[in-house]
């Protein structure tokens, strides 16, 4: 019992630290905000969630590592790195969200977005997939309703991007979730959502 209640006050904790940087806008609205000042307490608030998330995701020695997904890819696993970001792009161009980006034209300022993805690709996998759904929950219970509900926050952290977005990253952490409990490899999720974050975030136009 203890174990389950530490758990779900890691989660609960890690969560309020999830959602913070998701109610900094790029800009405030008084001017009081610029891009880069926006982009760098986004950057400098992941730091709080990623040390929890990977120590968690991380712990438990080999055996713990390995049911989290930390083990090496099988040939599968690599064919699952290419075509999830065909799908995910695809279905991004079917539900394209608001695109709050800032200005990708300055070199810092395309510098720091690309961070700020590439650390959200690391804590949200580790988390909502990695960890959430090998440790939160008893071993050989049906994982239906953890996936819907690790789906649902995963969803609403996007909430900033518009009602297509919830919905975009809804059905993208579904299929996240089965692909992970089928394979229990946390690199292909790394990889697929690096892969789509650089190639929805950066724009064909720049040089």
């Known amino acids: 019992m203890f174990p389950r209640i530490k758990n779900t006050a890691a989660a609960v904790a ?8 998701g109610f900094l806008p790029y800009r405030g609205a008084d001017g009081s905000l610029t891009e880069k000042q926006a982009l ?14 990977l120590w968690l995701s991380l712990s438990g020695g080999p055996d713990g590592r390995r049911s989290r997904g930390w083990k ?11 075509l999830l970001p065909v799908f995910t792009l695809s279905l991004g161009w079917l539900l394209p969200g608001k695109q709050n980006f800032p200005d990708r034209g300055d070199a810092v300022l395309r510098t720091l977005l690309l961070a700020h993805a590439f650390l959200a690709v690391l804590t949200e996998e580790s988390f909502f997939r990695s960890w959430f759904l ?5 071993e050989g219970q049906p994982m239906t309703a953890p996936v819907v509900f690790s789906s649902v926050l995963f969803s609403i952290l996007h909430f900033w991007q518009g009602t297509n977005a919830l919905v975009f990253s809804f059905i993208t952490a579904l299929v996240y979730s089965a692909v992970f409990l089928r394979r229990r490899n ?9 892969i789509h974050n ?10």
């Open 134 to 138: 090998s440790d939160l929950f008893t």
């Open 72 to 82: 090496k890819p099988g040939g599968p696993d690599y064919l699952l790195m290419i």
């Open 14 to 21: 890690i969560l309020l630290l999830f959602f913070v940087p």
């Open 198 to 207: 650089l190639l929805a975030i950066v724009p064909t136009d720049i040089p």
């Open 40 to 53: 760098l307490w986004g950057l400098l608030l992941r730091v709080p969630v990623l040390i929890p998330v």
């Open 186 to 194: 946390i690199w292909i999720l790394l990889a697929a959502h690096g």
